[in-house]
């Protein structure tokens, strides 16, 4: 049986923001990285660099990931939205929300919070606690929370506890 | 806090990935879903040569049910996918109890079954449960393939009973009943590792209750001390005291700036209450 070569660079073809994207990447470019750097697609954060703060959010194959914990190499044949192609030219629903509520001070966290909150199912949240445990993945250093969590349930019809 | 220079390969099939494997060895680290190994990248704690990426091997991704009461996952399953499942809750409650308590749904959504079991993070919530459980893990070589029970696969932190060219490919767990499993833990923040974790599962031919606490030391471990004093017994109040303060006297807990040993213990203790008390009251209905 022959073993294929182990290379340092990889050829990928993805869908970002509904766009293809054929590049080269070296296989240890974090896809966080691949993101910012190579399409300039900034809005995309990173806080921690090792899968705690959430703020690197974005959404691959339907699923809100953390892109500082997967590589650009492993986008290959996937689909990428970020808060870019989430926002299109105007504000989601859910960022008009936000600012309604007052839910970001200095921003850093929020497409973050935006990018998890696009794919989750309202229907399966029906109190605070649920929303605060499905936005406990994302961390905020300025709000404290509050409006974050009352923006979303404005949002989703929620009644505050 | 970028990943070290590694070499990369992508198999398409198990047979590639195990003959990567036999090749590599030693220098060569399995990729499931990252969410632990991506982040020892960037630490640089891990510094592989080869990563072996296993995201395409298709066959190690799924859940099947091998007997009419128990449930196989392979390897590369996403746990948000094994936690979305209805099969699984029917036949493996426990799973779904404790699937929402591994990381964040964002881990979840990347991070696998296997993953989780081979890193053995002696914190994280699914290996403690395959040793709940006493489950089997599956593991295969280009020679062939072993069949290893949760009793013993875990031999320290970080460090299984899988050999540098195994891969798991696959978790067997029995099904057992909702009302013969609890588990309780106890975390800073949700989503953090537990500072203390414990498992019960009763096995309901013995009146015998199987107790695994978890992130207090090196390993998942059971409590032998506790589970001798519960056998036969009724989960009595006193009984359920006697058990979790035995329990609080064998861990071994470790230190750490969550919480010192005394609270582990104290935490322990507290646990195998809070499980011991859901199962006698579901055992009582
Ligand atoms: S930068 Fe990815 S989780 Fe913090
Ligand atoms: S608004 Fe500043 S970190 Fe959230």
Redesign the interface.
Known sequence: ?S??Q???H?AISCEVNGTTVDRVVA??Q?LA?FIREDLGLTGTHLGC???VC?AC?VV?DG????S????A??ADGRSITTIEGLSGDGLTSMQQAFRRAHALQCGFCTPGFIA?LSVADPSDYHDEAGV???I??NLCRCTGYENIVAAVCEEWGIERS | MKPPLFLYLRPDSLEEALAAMHEHGDEARPLAGGQSLVPMLNFRLARPEVLVDLSRVEELVGTSCPGPSAISFGAMTPQRAAERLEKVRSTCPLVSMMLPFVGHVQNRARGTIGGSIAHADPAAELPALCLALGGTVVARNAEGERRLRADGFFGGPFTTALMPDELLTSVELPGVRREDVAFAEIARRQGDFAMAGVVAVRETAQTAVRLVAFGVGGTPVRLPRAEKILEGQELTPACIAEAASAAAGEVDPIEDLHADGRTRRALVDALVRRVLGELGSEGAR
């Open positions: 049986m073993t294929a182990a290379v340092s990889f296989v240890r974090l990285d660099e090792h899968g959430g959010t691959l699923e809100a990931v953390r500082c914990l997967a590589l190499v492993q998890t605060r445990q499905l406990s993945g």
